[in-house]
């Protein structure tokens, strides 16, 4: 009898979904770097169809990231915050812009350590994943104004993001995820190499 009690009370205690993500929250939002190996699924709504990519991903507290594309093909996507690469080498391009609201998806631990000043925050529990779905309070303009945290709630880990624009929806899974790495300034920063064609975006198209 007092074993089954013991149980009861054991699972009477198991961590509500708002429970998780404080406990992730408290976890992630001092990180001063991530590492994972990362796979995106890009789907379109309409069509019916998905695209996935496979890589490392690397994030630098506040602003900067890189991932090292190695599925469909070999691409390097990589911000210092100031400026955002996309080099295709099989392609011999480059892709130079500036930060936009396309990149906030791989900056997701900067904003999680004043979230609520900006976000209001509505969690659920669906087949063992705790979702904490964001959105930007109707007085705030951030440029990702909507995204859905996937967590674990056994080992307080996020394992992915969700996010929707127009008619995709973009997941971003993470695994063999690190926190506080050692990273190097020269990560974030990239040199197209002699002869590549480079393409920039000044915020009104390719040019």
């Known amino acids: 009898m007092i074993s089954i009690s013991l149980l009861g009370v054991g699972?009477?205690?198991?961590?509500?979904?708002?429970?998780?993500?404080?406990?992730?929250?408290s976890k992630y939002s001092s990180a001063s770097s991530l590492k994972a190996i990362f796979k995106e699924q890009i789907c379109s709504k309409s069509q019916g169809t998905c695209q996935e990519l496979r890589g490392t991903f690397i994030y630098s507290s506040p602003n900067?990231?890189?991932?090292?594309?190695?599925?469909?093909?070999?691409?390097?996507?990589?911000?210092d915050g100031?400026?955002?690469?996309?080099?295709?080498?099989?392609?011999?391009?480059?892709?130079?812009t500036k930060p936009g609201p396309e990149q906030e998806l791989f900056l997701f631990v900067s904003r999680l350590s004043n979230y609520s000043e900006t976000y209001t925050v509505n969690t659920a529990q669906k087949d063992g994943t705790v979702e904490a779905k964001?959105?930007?309070?109707?007085?705030?303009?951030?440029f990702l104004k909507e995204f859905t945290l996937l967590l674990d709630p056994n080992k307080n880990d996020i394992d992915g993001i969700k996010i929707t624009e127009g008619d995709s929806e973009i997941i971003f899974y993470m695994e063999?995820?690190?926190?506080n790495v050692k990273t190097s300034?020269?990560?974030?920063?990239?040199?197209p190499p002699e002869g590549t064609t480079i393409i920039k975006d000044t915020g009104t198209g390719y040019q």
């Open 11 to 25: 699972f009477l205690l198991a961590a509500t979904p708002q429970e998780t993500l404080n406990s992730v929250i």
């Open 64 to 79: 900067k990231f890189r991932l090292d594309v190695v599925i469909p093909m070999e691409q390097l996507v990589v911000s």
């Open 82 to 96: 100031n400026t955002f690469w996309i080099y295709l080498p099989t392609q011999n391009q480059a892709i130079q």
């Open 134 to 142: 964001f959105t930007a309070k109707p007085d705030k303009q951030p």
């Open 176 to 179: 063999s995820v690190k926190l």
């Open 185 to 191: 300034p020269s990560q974030f920063l990239f040199s």
